[in-house]
């Protein structure tokens, strides 16, 4: 069933305007259908909807949405979709904000896109401890009376929340990642969606409001809004629902930053990005790629002039070492290499092999892992290394300044089983 013109035209009217949108209505079932209405019969219009709107996923990889559902629906036989909100980035907290503050939003995405695909299966992913997040996503279901849905809880690992690796552990394995590629082979077989919950959220909303509503907001490249957890040295941490193209300075000022030195943009699978560059930057493919960086999974963190960056270096390559799934050699020695020669320069460490062992192990470990962690690593690394050149020609001559704040958390993953 499709809808006419008229009965558009009448939902376009009473579409919210300006921001926010993903969290303008409330966490119950009463609150939500007041704010967003029922969910209109578009199923069949979905794909081409998406399309027309230029919804990008929210994950952190920023795939074209409605591609990934043809991939699902030109497939043969029984289908699956997965929401996953896992969020295993350190810094993010908006999949985790969104599944409190608007968890029917997320299944009304879960429903659209199932039905979109013709899956028969529908699973929404959660990581281990987020005791609010499971609460919520629970008590939603229970207003629907919809027993179908599973709520897979993941161990707390960054790399079980990759799509592979996610599948990998519905299907009963460790939540490694595999060469599988969901689309074709995923859970039990059966060719799967997977797709972040802010994705799902974008998709019941450009349902309800039509793919000219959803670009009325952001750029022409990168139309819509999202989600952004803002960190490290500010004031006002938190999440903020942003047009995309916003300004990055509009963003920082938001949260009552510190002045900058430099700018963390897309989580520890980004990149650092010197003051200079991101005063200039906004929020949209094409101004964050002419500096290889991205939205991604939503993240700013700040480091001010009086934080230690080698310190916070050193951290989240170790913490990259602990996340690996120990499958691949680039990953499993490389990652602990690289995590011991970023050790050894914030310990001040005047050999100046280190810095050339750091740059010809990124070379080395780059695409070489079974899934992206390695290059995580890399982009994290390399662009640490180029934007705190100076620190780093200090702690080596032994005259840090600065103080070790800990603004970037390393939390300890899941031993595997």
């Not at 707390?156 to 996610?166: C, F, M, N, P, S």
Request: aromatic share 4%; with cysteine; proline share 7%.
């Amino acid at each position: 069933m499709t809808m006419t013109l008229a009965q558009r035209e009448r939902r376009a009217a009473t579409a919210p305007t300006g921001l926010p949108r993903l969290l303008a209505g409330r966490p119950d079932l009463a609150g939500h259908l007041a704010a967003f209405g029922p969910l209109p019969p578009v199923a069949a219009e979905m794909q081409a909807m998406t399309a027309r709107a230029g919804l990008t996923g929210r994950g952190g990889a920023g795939f074209p949405t409605h591609r990934k559902l043809e991939a699902v629906a030109g497939r043969r036989g029984p289908r699956v979709v997965v929401a996953n909100g896992t969020e295993g980035e350190p810094l993010s907290a908006k999949d985790k904000t969104l599944l409190i503050q608007a968890p029917h939003l997320v299944l009304d995405g879960l429903d659209l896109a199932a039905q979109a695909v013709g899956a028969s299966r529908r699973v929404i992913c959660i990581e281990r401890g987020n005791q609010a997040v499971y609460a919520a996503v629970c008590v939603a279901l229970a207003e629907r009376r919809d027993e179908s849905v599973e709520v897979v809880v993941t161990p707390r690992r960054y790399v079980t929340g990759q799509e592979a690796a996610l599948v990998d552990f519905i299907d009963g394995g460790p939540g490694r990642p595999t060469r599988e590629r969901p689309f074709e082979r995923g859970v039990g077989g059966r060719p799967t969606l997977v797709d972040n919950v802010e994705t799902l959220a974008h998709l019941a909303l450009i349902a309800r409001f039509g793919p000219e509503w959803f670009r009325q907001v952001g750029s022409p490249g990168s139309p819509g809004s999202a989600l952004i957890t803002v960190g490290g040295r500010v004031d006002r941490p938190g999440v903020f629902e942003v047009a995309m193209g916003t300004p990055l300075s509009s963003v920082l000022q938001l949260a009552q930053a510190a002045p900058p030195r430099a700018v963390l943009l897309g989580g520890y699978f980004g990149r650092w990005i010197p003051a200079r560059s991101a005063r200039q930057l906004t929020l949209d493919a094409a101004s964050l790629s002419a500096h290889g960086a991205a939205v991604g999974c939503g993240v700013v963190a700040v480091i001010d002039d009086d934080s230690c960056a080698v310190a916070e270096l050193a951290r989240v390559a170790a913490w990259y070492a602990h996340s690996s799934a120990g499958q691949c050699g680039a990953c499993t020695w490389g990652l602990r290499d690289l995590a011991a020669a970023t050790s050894a320069l914030e310990a001040g460490s005047p050999d100046p092999r280190v810095t050339s062992d750091i740059q010809r192990w990124t070379a080395m470990v780059k695409g070489r892992g079974g899934c992206r962690l390695p290059d995580g690593a890399v982009a994290f690394l390399e662009s640490g290394m180029e934007a705190f050149a100076d620190e780093i020609a200090e702690h080596q001559a032994g005259r840090c300044r600065r103080r070790d704040h800990r603004l970037l958390p390393t939390p300890t993953p899941e031993a595997w089983g």
